[in-house]
Every structure is written in C-alpha cells, then in structure tokens.
C-alpha cells in the first residue's frame, strides 16, 4: 500500500523530443522553430542499403556547445555503397581532419552530412535521392564498420530519423520527488 501511495504522490510529466531536441538531463535547448522541417519523410532515403542498424542514437546538445552525438551511427562495411538521402546539391566533399565528408544542401536549409565517405561527386553536382555518392571510407569518430549521418536545420542539428520517419515515441517517466 506504501508503494502505491508513494507512486500516487508521484506527478508524471512528459518526456517531448521535439525535432530531437531532448537531452540527458531532460531540459531541451533552444533551437530551430517547431514545425520548421521543409520536407517530408517519404522524400527521404536512408544512405544505406537494408538493414538499417542503428549503432548510435543522436543525442541533441544541451546548447550550440556542449557535448552531444550530433547525428546517428549505422553499421556499415568498408565500401558499401553510400546513397543520397534527399534530392539536393553537393555543398561538400573533402577531408575534414582525418575523415572524408560529404555534405548535401536542399531548399529550406537543410544540409544533411555523411562521413567517412569516399565521393564519387563532386561540389556543385545534383544529386537524387536514393543516388549512389559515394562509398564507406575509414576514419573519424565511428568505430570501423560504421556510417555517420547528420542533419542540420536551420544552423541546429535535428535527429535524422525525423527525415527518416523512424522517430521513437515520446515516452512517460515519473518526476522525481
């Protein structure tokens, strides 16, 4: 009966990940407008073929700033084919430390990163989703064998799987007293 009471006293709240904007601590920082995203999931493709594994989840910084995981890790193997997400322009393929990247832009200031990525594009090309743009390289923060893709919108990194349609549900956690 304690417990039930104790659990009774406890108010719920409601965890939101608006456009991935939830953090560890439960505050979420300020970022681009609700509703802002300018395209659809089903306008998108994922940037490898199936299955789809996710290594790492996109963890969104408690500001521009602090630490985070600024996107998502998908397995991958050293040369599997890289696709283009969206329909957009290349608006970077280079090094980037000790990693290839590859950057898209599309309209409503989206741009979308993959890396470590060997470009079979170049800046300025038109790409189409679901094109193949390059293949899986070695190097930067993954572990060998994976993929990491990012989006921004607007200046703030969003979780990828609000493009991908693949976004967790919201869920309830109990305050703590």
Known sequence: ????????????????????????????????????APTRADDWRWPLSEPHVMIRAFVAPESRYASGHRGIDLAALANDEVFAPHDGVVSFAGHVVDRPVLSIMQPGDVITTVEPVDALVTMGDRVRAGQVIGTVASGGHCPPGCLHLGVRLHGWYVSPLLF????????????VP
Not at 8 to 16: D, E, K, P
Not at 164 to 175: D, E, K
């Open 1 to 36: 009966m304690q417990n039930l009471r104790a659990l009774a006293a406890c108010a719920f709240i409601i965890v939101i990940v608006v456009l991935g904007a939830g953090s560890a601590s439960g505050a979420a920082p300020a970022g681009p407008p609700p509703g802002a």
């Open 164 to 175: 991908l349609g693949n976004l967790p549900r919201a869920v309830l956690l109990p305050a």
